[in-house]
């Protein structure tokens, strides 16, 4: 494996983005907080997804559902009595894993990854969703689940969104939410967590239009991929074969990245059939099917799933972004001795969009940085930064990717203008001030 994680994973404490939980009490596995930078990236990542998947579209409509259902949800999913992991134990170092995660060698017996002994337990299965309980009682009457995907939700709420919604088929829901499964091996930052985030989509369709529906969801994340500057090399869509998918789907695509661990899944695409809406049917007793006015009949409509993990994507998107250029990129002497990052987010991504520099602490000047930066703030998130030299204050910039620095100099005290300076190409322009705003505004997405 290269540096490339360590490297991610010191930047993101530096600046912000993301860091162990309960740091002071020695962290909990599988457990992140999001700092500052953390916060604006992955509402930014989530309201492009949003903007594409449901505002853009009449066939979608969005929904938030509870983090807790009724536990029946989860037998009916078959989350109760399948979602487990296999789960080996070493009797000697008393190290816990997952079973595909010890290579298997024909002919000779399978070791503890950490110590290597040979005295290792069965494989047996371990329940992933976390127990709690409602109520005030702590029995098996009361307990219930986190849910560990969103997905219920949308299957559980079809009769009621079909109602409200009105839609003739093909249409889709979306949600964007928490989901929690107890991971025997949390790790690699964001990859494998505990508690993480998913923006799934469950689209219905009629029986025979399900193929269509899903090279349309295909194309629709090839195309998200591009929008997260998602290298294509680095992307395997990865065609399940028959036999290896779940009973109930007739296809799934497993879009796997290759990581600096291993090429392994980023994204899912199954088409689940009538499978969930079946399931739901049966055990609530209620109905579920869908009723096609013109044909006059009622059936129960097939899914496609596109699912996406926002955890995931975040740790792409910073990988894909993270540039070093040895030396630095300008010719002073100051950067010529550093390694300098620079973080090429898209800039839709960007936890900043603009950054406002006054080249001075001195009056006039920092009245009108700071009269500029509140202006500008009443559209994007904008940093102001007046420590240090200003080569400094660009490379913090570039680091955390923030497309333009806006300085301000005694000039612009005169003659109202201020130089822009653009992330990738380093240019800087000469703009008005009074055209600042304009001018960010057509370079920045909406
Ligand atoms: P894996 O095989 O890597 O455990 P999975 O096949 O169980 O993943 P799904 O159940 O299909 O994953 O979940 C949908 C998406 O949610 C995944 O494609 C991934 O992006 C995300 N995801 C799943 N588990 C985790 C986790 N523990 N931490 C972060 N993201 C996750």
Sequence with gaps: MDDRMEKLISLCKRRGFVFPSSEPYGGVGGFYDFGPLG?????????????????????????ESSLIMHPKVWEASGHIAHFSDPLIDCRRCKFRFRADEVPMVPGTPPACPQCKSEDLTDARPFQMMFKTFVGPAEDTAST?????????????DFPVLQSIARKKLPFGVAQIGKAFRNEITPGQLLFR??????????????PDDAPRAFEEWLAFMRD??????????????HEIPDG?????????????????????????LANRGSYDLERHAAISKQDFTYY?????ARFLPHV??????????????????????????????????????????????????VAVLPLSKKEPLMQEARR??????????????????????????????????????????????????????????????????????SRLPV
């Design 244 to 268: 290896e998918r779940a009973f109930y789907s007739s296809r799934t695509v497993d879009i796997e990245y290759q990581y600096p661990f291993g090429q392994k899944e980023l994204y899912g």
């Design 292 to 296: 096609d006015q013109e044909a006059n």
């Design 144 to 156: 219930a689940f986190l849910r560990p995907e969103t997905a219920q939700g949308m299957f559980v």
């Design 193 to 206: 967590l505990r508690e993480f985030e998913q923006m799934e989509i469950e689209y219905f369709v009629r």
């Design 39 to 63: 916060v604006e990236l992955r509402n930014n990542i989530k309201r492009a997804w949003w903007r594409r998947v449901v505002q853009e579209r009449e066939d979608m409509m969005g929904l």
């Design 372 to 441: 500029i930066t509140q202006e500008l703030r009443k559209r994007w998130m904008v940093a102001y930064d007046d420590v240090a030299s200003i080569g400094r204050r660009y490379r913090r910039q570039d680091e955390i990717g923030t497309p333009y620095c806006v300085t301000v100099d005694f000039a612009s005290v005169e003659d109202h203008c201020v130089t822009v300076r653009d992330r990738d190409s380093m240019q800087q322009e000469r703009i008005p001030i009074a055209e600042l705003s304009a001018y960010c505004g």
């Design 304 to 353: 496609i799933e596109p699912t996406f993990g926002l955890d995931r994507t975040v740790l792409v998107v910073l990988l894909e972004a993270y540039h070093e250029i040895e030396g630095g990129r300008t010719t002073t002497t100051e950067s010529n001795k550093e390694v300098e990052v620079v973080l090429k987010l898209p800039k839709e991504f960007a936890p900043y969009k």
């Design 224 to 237: 998200w991929l591009r929008v997260c500057g998602i290298a294509e090399e680095r992307v395997v869509f």
